[in-house]
């Protein structure tokens, strides 16, 4: 047999009980039937520091031992510290600590610190206290006294177990390292009498022969470590990654497994007609006449009132505490719990089972040898109205509504007298989602405002339950936090303005409520204002790597259960009108174990989406992967997107009025939002003052840019607040902000632009001086030769600004953004305007966004006295850029010369998102007629 189960550490792992039952370590030679290792030979000043790690099981008249010998050489001063202290564990209820050695060798000498009265002390305090658990193990450690660097330290031990759960059967179980693991020598060996029924099993990679026979007992021997696995998908099934074990046992198949263990639970539910767990099942009959009612309570109500605590003292590893007494004490680990709540199922006659389960290698659990060991917990099955149900006491949050959630576990061994096989688990959707989003947005401000929203998280299960001590512990800081972590990153912050969690534990659900603001969902790309309507649809990519050839018949693994619902309601700018969905409004589709439902329509001024998400737990098989993939693959390439209508109203058209009066529930959010933020939290101040910028009420944000500064400033604060300034024609403080940002953060591009606003303030030495103590990369060289062919046309030296941009332009021929750079050189200083247009012309062919290059070429056709041409190329940029202030300005001057209507409209819109425009333009001489 060849079989597996989950990982164990180096310390071998035997499960068995008292032979000898000690809580004091014993110090005696190794037993008679333990082979020695020739220490001698293994010892070594070169290779791993780890010498010997030498493993022997003896498995006999039900006890399993368990002796280990290791030998450490001590190479470092770390090393000696890791080493000084030793420890030892055994659980005393089960068998003894049985000490053969302790030595020192030095310089080839043996130093037996047992013989000089060395020993072990006993910690008598619980080791795992904090994580819940007492599971009945003493530690023994010890100081090592006197070693050295360049000493090797050797301790050989015994542990005897005789488990009490067990009666006469016995397991062992051995971990088995695989390389890289260094090691000078090491091997596991498994041996029992011959005439004993004892099988074995380990993973298939591992070739072993069969068991020698030697002196009246078999023998198996494992050199290790084990040569390096090979390797295996991460989201292949667990059976694929488990490690490499060596189990050995006297359980026949899984039948013996349930029939030894079944007499433990049956005897430890019982409870008489006065008792007191009697008396919470009459409770519960009085509460509800429905069996599945019934049994809801009774989980909850060994969920709620009874603590977690591994209790595996007196033999409690495998034996439950009575169902009494844990109701006694209000506190127990999985099997106390799953007696409790057996009891209580079958004092209301309803038909109940306690089964073995393991969380972490299910789908492995039939290939594994039949042991206890295969399993680490246990959970309660009821059969109701012929529907099976899986109970978990251990679990939280369970109620009528989600009691039929399968666990996610694969198999479970039921204990029942005369025993039971392995049964499925058999999975199915989940009753309620475990998350449902719904969120109302108010987007109906317009397109380029930002939008309200309203999120509801509704949480069930378990999930719920973890909020539950947020809601008690009522602390602000917390839901800050939490607001905090929910806003997100750069231009898709959403800023909080309330956050609310309350927990509903008759329903176990929490509520998570978020009022906040998003920034707008639309967006302007190509000349195309659209949104990306997500309908909860987007998952992780899927795409499972099976290129190997030993892997081409490995199945991938799928997390389950799961269910989640999303619903979105938003109110449209200009109630709607003309708002359209293009795209697959309606979708039915899955891959492998997956499956989405999701539709979308607009009425009455609003856009609703909605969409669910079901997952199972499972595999997907080899042969189904390829299709698999491709129903992924157009799930992902599904697309639905919310599309405004042409003439869409944008925020610089709006009049100031009426601008007000949209921004004004927005600006109220923001303010409550800056309220309820922690102190060191400016995100809703920065976004309030960004808001405020974007609809040109450039005062207000410049007095919350000058708040932000005060409390945190930053390179990126003074230079947004320095176009504040300039707004207003204040350029020393345009200059006084850039030059505290390259205090702050020594940036070319900030120098840069000191560079400019010194020489247009008439200090061109020191501009110079600047831009030629920058050290310049191969990216920032147009930029940087752009800025000296703009001082040095500000200082009236045109043909040395033409040559700047003549070498940069040489640089990178071809560069899109070179040839505009000349362009608009051309345009914004009236020279070489002759041959211009043919360097505008190429830079717009080349240009991925041919805004600025059109406004550029514009510039030149103006200076040309070509207004037409001028006017059509800036449409041309506008209809790429709708939000181009110096498209707008430009193309109200050139109306006005042309005799053009609706040039005061170009020039109100242009001076109002930037009304230093008038200034700039007119110091080069682009005036109105």
Known sequence: MHKSIAALPLLAVAISAPAHAGEEPLYQPAPAWVEEADVQTVLSDDGPATLLYDWQHRLEDGVAWVYHDWVQRIDNPQSLMQANTQTLQWLPDKGDLIVHRMDIIRD????????????????????????????????????????????????????????????????????????????GTA?????????????????????????????????LTVDLPLAEADPVPQDAPSRYLRPAILRAGSFSDWQEVSAVMAPHYDAAAEAGSGSDVAGLARDIMARADDPLERAALAVRLVQDEVSYLLNGLDGGNYLPQSAEETWDVRYGDCKAKSVLL????????????????????????????????????????????????????????????????????????????????????????????????????????????????ALEFRLSGPAAAQMQAMVDADNPAMLQQMARSMAGQGNSQMQVSALNVSY???????????????????????????SSVDTGDQFAEFNPDRARPAWRDIPVATQGPMRQSFDLTMMLPQQGDGFSLEGDRQMEAGFGNMRFTSSAS?????????????????????????????????????????????????????????????????????????????????????GRARFLGSIYDFNASLKDFDALIAEQPSAWAYTQRSWLHRTKGDYEAVLDDLQSAYELEYANGTALNIARELAYLGRIEEARELLGSLVVSDDERLAHKDMLATVAAIDGQLEVARQFIADAVADAPQSAAALNSDCWFRGLWNIGLEDGLEVCTQSIERASNAAAALDSRALINFRLGDYPSAIADLDGALAISPGLAESHYLRGLAKLHAGVDGAEDDLTVALRMAPHLEDFYTRHGIVAP
């Open 108 to 183: 080839g000498e043996v130093i037996d610190l047992l013989d000089q009265g060395v020993t072990l002390d006993v910690l008598r305090r619980e080791q795992g206290l904090e994580q819940r658990l007492l599971d009945g193990s003493l530690t023994a450690t010890v100081s090592v006294p006197g070693l050295r660097e360049g000493d090797m330290l050797r301790i050989a031990h015994t542990i005897s177990t005789d488990d009490q759960a067990l009666g006469d059967e016995v397991q062992a179980v051995q971990y088995l390292p695989s390389e890289p693991w260094q090691v």
């Open 187 to 219: 091997r596991a060996v498994m041996s029992w009498p011959a005439d004993e029924d004892i099988l074995w099993g380990v993973e298939d990679r591992v070739g072993l022969e069969q068991p020698e026979l030697r002196d009246g007992y078999r023998f």
């Open 342 to 453: 057996l009891s209580l199922l079958r004092q209301m006659n309803i038909d109940a089972e306690p089964v073995l389960v393991s969380t972490q290698m299910g789908d492995a659990i039939p290939e594994l040898l039949p042991l206890p060991a295969a399993f680490n917990h246990v959970i309660v099955h009821a059969m109701i109205d012929g529907t099976d149900y899986w109970l978990d006491g251990t679990s939280s949050a369970t109620r009528l509504a989600t009691i039929g959630d399968v666990p996610p576990f694969h198999y479970a061994l039921p204990l029942r007298e005369g025993g039971a096989d392995l049964v499925p688990m058999q999975q199915r959707d989940l009753a309620v989602p475990q998350m449902r989003m719904v969120m109302n947005v108010d987007h109906s401000a317009g397109v380029d405002l930002p939008a309200l929203m």
């Open 504 to 530: 509903d534990e008759d329903a176990a659900v929490a509520t998570i409520e978020v009022e906040g603001i998003l920034p707008p969902y639309f967006e302007w790309t190509d000349g195309r204002l659209r």
């Open 602 to 686: 607009i009425a009455g001024g609003e856009m609703r989406a909605a969409a669910e998400a079901f997952g199972l737990l499972g595999e997907i098989a080899p042969e189904d992967l390829p299709q698999a993939r491709r129903s992924f693959r157009e799930i992902a390439n599904r697309s639905l997107e919310l599309v405004p209508p042409e003439d869409v109203t944008w925020r610089w058209k709006l009049s100031d009025s009426q601008r007000a009066e949209r921004a004004a529930p927005i600006l109220e959010a923001y303010g409550k939002a800056i309220e309820f933020a922690e102190d060191d939290d400016f995100g809703a101040l920065i």
